[in-house]
């Protein structure tokens, strides 16, 4: 079946450090990936996304690869800010459906 | 881009009252829209995919006779939490969908966080 796993959180940087936040996934096809970003108390906001192998998805800085031989996603961004502190879930969708890994909350401090 | 649009944003209700979820596509028709439900610090979980003019496909585990799911029009989707009792307190989520190229992108409410006291 079809199925995301992602590092679990909470991860806290620093301003301007470099981020990474792993994602791995199981499908059975050849499913569409994606970010999503949730900020406190609203809904989920698309931040990236990759529909084919080696497509690189990329937004507002972040970015992440369609990784196919290692079925992963992982996201990343050069140098984060407060701003970007929130939850971050991976997730793939499959014949209009969508599985989401358990979110991986960023805390960035000053 | 693709609005959705959830109300109300937070509610609370008495235990043994029920509450009604409404999910609007604002600039969209959707024949079909998802309903999660989000437990603190976990993943999002598909409730049920909502079909217009025909009954809800639940996923397993989920009570249909507790979640109520109409689909009366092509812009609406209804969620009703029957008997609502302080388990149900939860953040609650739907979402539809555009096909892009044969496959699709999810939009998604701003959410309802629904609190049973």
């Known amino acids: 079946g079809n199925s995301v796993t992602q590092m679990e959180g909470p991860v806290t940087l620093s301003e301007e450090a470099f981020l990474t936040i792993n994602c791995t996934y199981t499908a059975t096809g050849y499913p569409s990936l994606f970010w999503y970003v949730q900020y406190p108390g609203e809904g989920l906001q698309l931040l990236l996304k990759?529909?084919?192998?080696?497509d690189k998805g990329s937004n507002k800085g972040f970015e992440a690869t369609y990784r196919k031989e290692t079925t992963s996603f992982h996201l990343e961004k050069g140098s984060v800010q407060v701003s970007d502190s929130a939850v971050y879930f991976c997730?793939?969708?499959?014949?209009?459906?969508?599985?989401f890994g358990s979110g991986t909350k960023l805390n960035v401090k000053p | 881009g693709a609005v959705v649009s959830q109300h109300p944003s937070r509610v609370i209700c008495k235990s043994g009252t029920s509450v009604k979820i409404e999910c609007r596509s604002l600039?969209?028709?959707?024949?079909?829209m998802f309903w999660y439900r989000q437990f603190p610090k976990k993943s999002l979980m598909l409730m049920a995919t909502s079909n217009e003019g025909s009954k809800a496909t639940y996923e397993q585990g989920v009570e249909k006779d507790k979640f109520l799911i109409n689909h009366a029009s092509l812009t609406l989707s209804t969620l009703t939490v029957t008997s609502a009792h302080p388990e149900d307190s939860s953040f609650y989520i739907c979402?539809?969908?555009?096909?892009?190229?044969?496959?699709?992108?999810?939009?998604f409410g701003q959410g309802t966080r629904l609190t049973v006291v």
């Open positions: 979402s539809a969908n555009i096909p892009h190229g044969g496959r699709a992108e999810a939009f």
């Open positions: 600039d969209f028709q959707a024949t079909t």
């Open positions: 990759a529909t084919k192998a080696d």
């Open positions: 997730a793939l969708s499959e014949v209009n459906k969508f599985y």
